[in-house]
């Protein structure tokens, strides 16, 4: 048996890495080790072990830290716009497939093989956002779901920016369209209705009520994200508190 | 508890370091000590409720969701001469951890996900105690994990248990009871409570691998 530890290997006899701050990164191990690494170490490293473990530790840290900042928002936003194309493919060839049937059934096995594959591919994507997500915008996600969250952040560009934009913007972003074709009507003095919702929509507190409520909630759930967002990017922890204040506005609406 | 006293209602830890992210200072004679809002942190809260948890200062301890290390700094100070390993994953939280962990001689501050014990599985050693404070759906998995890799036989474990992380929908009390039945399948419950009326929807299991 072979075992990696931070600070070397060990298998007939232990071997002492030469840069610690690489064999910290490759001491995995695919069940528990049979004995505690700060046994071996102290007996190896002696009275230092711990100093120069923490060393490592938070060199290590500091650099990944500096790495992984950033660049998890990329990768969330690319995930965003695989997602859409690849739901916007399964729709397509879904709707190709019931073409086909009503003339011949002969290809009809391909097809279903080839949307169960592909919706494989949808969910995994899923769970991959679902995954940064948290990690990225804890908050966000608790109010928003990881889904919503990950398209504002890809509509407005970045986290940061989602922070700094109004709520107002949050209720309407991917309702465009309909925003200023509204307000143009408004300006040359028709009557007209402004979009209530856009991307916000999908959240299931918005979609679920009758449509008169929905501008109520969809308000309300705005600010709540806008909130979530700015924690998010400036301190990146839990808050508990935020989502019963919406839960509670939620079960409002509802009753009323 | 150790190193723990009640001021004016609210716990303190006595510490030789100075307040990591604004908490107030009280000198009483010549002892410093910080303050803990149960508010902030569920630990506190627990202290609060009266409910304690044996420390002799010198344990191992694997700490589970560290944050940016409010509730972490405290348990340093009551294991001033231990070791705790501090298991976080998010980077923005960790930038104040860090902070922390260079000031405090007692904490080894680990960028790694605590659902993938085995990657740092050559890392930290066997340990006394674990504290786990993460608000995932898979919590009660994570910590079964962690504790087959590093936790002594007859060390225990206090994890917070957020119900809405579990379940977002169901009843919070079905849940807490299905995760006390879950968890007592490999450990030994030795108390548990809500945490009410400090942080909502949450429980604290406290209990022996």
Redesign the interface.
């Known amino acids: 048996m072979r075992?990696?530890?931070?600070f070397g290997t060990v298998d007939d006899g232990i071997r002492i890495s030469e840069d610690f701050k690489k064999s910290?990164l490759?001491?995995?191990?695919?069940?528990?080790?049979p004995f505690?690494?700060?046994?071996l170490?102290l007996r190896v490293l002696g009275r230092d072990y711990?100093?120069i473990?923490?060393k490592t530790?938070?060199e290590?840290?500091?650099e990944?830290?500096r790495k992984?900042?950033g660049s998890?928002e990329m990768y969330v936003i690319a995930l965003v716009k695989a997602l859409e194309e690849v739901e916007e493919a399964i729709n397509m060839v879904r709707e190709k497939d019931e073409d086909i049937r009503l003339v011949k059934e002969d290809l009809a096995e391909h097809f279903e093989r080839a949307l169960a594959e592909m919706e494989r591919l949808r969910s995994q994507i899923e769970k991959e956002i679902d995954a940064v997500m948290?990690?990225?915008a804890?908050n966000l996600t608790e109010i928003a779901g990881a889904k919503i969250g990950a398209k504002l952040i890809e509509k407005f560009g970045s986290l940061k920016k989602l922070a700094f934009a109004p709520a107002s913007k949050i209720q309407i972003a991917g309702a465009e369209k309909s925003l200023y074709k509204a307000l143009s009507r408004m300006k040359r003095g028709k009557e007209a209705r402004v979009p209530k919702h856009g991307i916000i929509f999908l959240h299931s507190f918005v979609r679920s009520l009758p449509k008169k409520k929905r501008g109520k909630m969809a308000r309300f759930l705005a600010t709540k994200i806008s909130i979530a967002a700015k924690i998010?990017y400036f301190?990146?922890?839990?808050e508990?508190?935020l989502?019963?204040s919406l839960k509670k506005r939620y079960e409002e609406l509802r009753r009323a | 508890m150790r190193n723990v006293r009640i001021i004016n209602g609210t716990p303190a830890t006595k510490s030789r370091y100075g307040s990591h992210y604004g908490e107030r200072i009280f000198l009483l004679g010549s002892e410093r000590y910080r303050e803990w809002i149960p508010w902030r942190s569920k630990l506190s809260a627990m202290i609060l409720k009266g409910y304690e948890i044996e420390m002799k200062g010198e344990e191992k301890i694997l700490y589970l969701g560290a944050a940016s290390g409010t509730t972490l700094s405290h348990l340093a100070d009551i294991v001033d001469e231990g070791i705790i390993y501090a298991v976080e994953y998010s980077a923005k939280p960790f930038l104040k951890l860090l902070e922390l962990a260079r000031e405090r001689e007692n904490i080894i501050p680990l960028l790694f996900d605590a659902g993938k014990p085995w990657l740092y599985s050559g890392i930290v050693e066997k340990v006394d105690f674990i504290y786990q404070d993460i608000a995932q759906k898979n919590q009660i998995e994570i910590l079964r994990m962690n504790s087959e890799f590093f936790l002594k036989k007859g060390g225990e474990f206090l994890i917070m248990v957020k119900a809405k992380s579990i379940d977002s929908t169901a009843d919070s009390r079905g849940v807490f009871s299905r995760v006390l039945k879950d968890l007592s399948k490999d450990f030994r419950i030795l108390h548990h409570d809500t945490l009410e009326p400090y942080h909502r929807d949450h429980i604290f299991v406290h209990g022996k691998f």
């Open positions: 075992y990696n530890l931070w910290f490759l001491a995995s191990n695919e069940s528990p080790l505690s690494v700060s046994e170490g711990y100093r473990l923490r530790a938070i290590v840290a500091e990944r830290v992984e900042l998890d948290q990690k990225i804890p998010d301190r990146g922890e839990l508990e508190e989502f019963s």
